[in-house]
């Protein structure tokens, strides 16, 4: 069983930062693709960035080129980090896991001022 929970949401004012954390239970997230999704009200969820084990990454659309994720496999740990953040960012945001098996943290609410 491999535990996630997700930390850094809050509220920031459009055209802010933040920086969301992942921390992974367990002795294999080197072996892990990790990913961060996000939910809105009345929404599907949806793809945020993916980071694969070699560290190949790719991003939705909506996100390329203000969102970065990276991953430090000696913390266990998984980034996303969020620029120039709009309103339309506003969502709970979720870690995944995928060892073979899907993963899923509880989430952590982001919310964009406008």
């Known amino acids: 069983q491999v535990q996630l929970v997700e930390s850094g949401g809050g509220l920031v004012q459009a055209g802010g930062s933040l920086r969301l954390s992942c921390v992974a239970s367990?002795?294999?997230?080197?072996?892990?693709?990790m990913g961060w999704y996000r939910q809105a009200p009345g929404k599907q969820r949806e793809v945020v960035a993916r980071i694969t084990s070699g560290g190949s990454t790719n991003y939705g659309d909506s996100v390329k080129d203000r969102f970065t994720i990276s991953r430090d496999n000696a913390k266990n740990t998984v980034y996303l980090q969020m620029n120039s953040l709009k309103f339309e960012d506003t969502a709970v945001y979720f870690c995944n896991a995928v060892f073979g098996f899907d993963f899923w943290g509880q989430g952590t609410q982001v919310t964009v001022s406008s």
């Open positions: 367990g002795s294999s997230f080197r072996f892990a693709t």
